[in-house]
């Protein structure tokens, strides 16, 4: 194995943390399609995310956190090189739900995210969304 390679995975290992751990929340415009009840509708709107340090994702539609939409574990986390990488997030409880993304880093924070998430609630109901370039806020 390379030295380079060597550094490279040195890097990669203390760069997991900070995506994955650290508690961050993210707002981003979100669109796609909402089915229930046999009626389809448009959903554009506000989306805001909240990394929490046990590798957990709460996806919610206020700033609140009031509203959750989705509850999600880590899967996956693939770094493509030191600044941009790749994670998903998985739902399989009542409800079962799919969030992958693509990610940018500034030295080891999280800057910004665009990905898509897919939800089917345990009523039937599903939501199917898309959101770009998702950025930090502070949380009331």
Do not use: R
């Amino acid at each position: 194995m390379s030295y380079k390679a060597i550094l490279f995975g040195i890097l990669l290992l203390l760069a997991v943390p900070a995506v994955s751990s650290a508690q961050v929340f993210f707002q981003a415009k979100g669109s796609g399609t909402e089915f229930c009840n046999g009626a389809t509708t448009k959903f554009k709107s506000s989306l805001f995310f909240e990394f929490d340090p046990s590798q957990n994702l709460l996806v919610a539609t206020d700033p609140n956190f009031a509203h959750i939409i989705a509850n999600m574990q880590q899967s996956d986390l693939f770094f493509f090189d030191a600044t941009e990488g790749f994670f998903s997030y998985n739902q399989n409880d009542t409800d079962t739900g799919m969030f992958a993304a693509t990610f940018q880093v500034s030295g080891l924070l999280l800057t910004t995210f665009t990905g898509a998430l897919n939800e089917v609630y345990s009523d039937g109901c599903f939501k199917s969304l898309t959101f770009k370039s998702a950025k930090p806020f502070v949380a009331p």
